[in-house]
């Protein structure tokens, strides 16, 4: 009877940790940000620098090219590095443009300043 209900208690708190997880998967030459500790705090840590993947070592374990050496991560301490196509034009953006969450106030947002650039080309 216990073991049933370790079963069932397992499989709810697998099926409430899988709905948080994301695959990670990366190929060589990828760039990657790397969870490393701050310089002030090893305890603190903080996305550092785009690095390239040189190569899957086994499972999640990936080889990164860190400044000056080599070093194996696991998956869980890196993510894919975006790199912006348009610099030049987000750096002109007014910062309620630059936000990446959609909610309604930048929408609102948005318009009012696409309404001003209306009004300004007339």
């Known amino acids: 009877m216990a ?10 708190q697998k099926k409430y940790y899988d709905r ?9 030459g990828d760039e990657v940000l790397v969870l490393l500790p701050t310089d002030s705090n090893k305890i603190l840590l903080q996305w550092r620098d785009p690095f390239e993947i040189l190569q899957r070592v086994r499972g999640d374990d990936y080889r990164v090219q860190l400044v000056g050496r080599t070093k194996t991560f696991h998956a869980n301490m890196l993510k894919k590095y975006w790199s912006r196509e348009h610099e030049e034009y987000m750096f002109h953006m007014p910062w309620y443009l630059k936000w ?16 001003r650039l209306i009004r300004m080309s007339r």
């Open 100 to 115: 990446k969450k959609e909610t309604k106030m930048n929408r609102v947002c948005l318009h009012l300043h696409r309404l």
């Open 20 to 28: 948080k997880t994301k695959v990670r998967a990366f190929e060589k």
């Open 3 to 12: 073991q049933i209900e370790l079963q069932k208690s397992q499989i709810r």
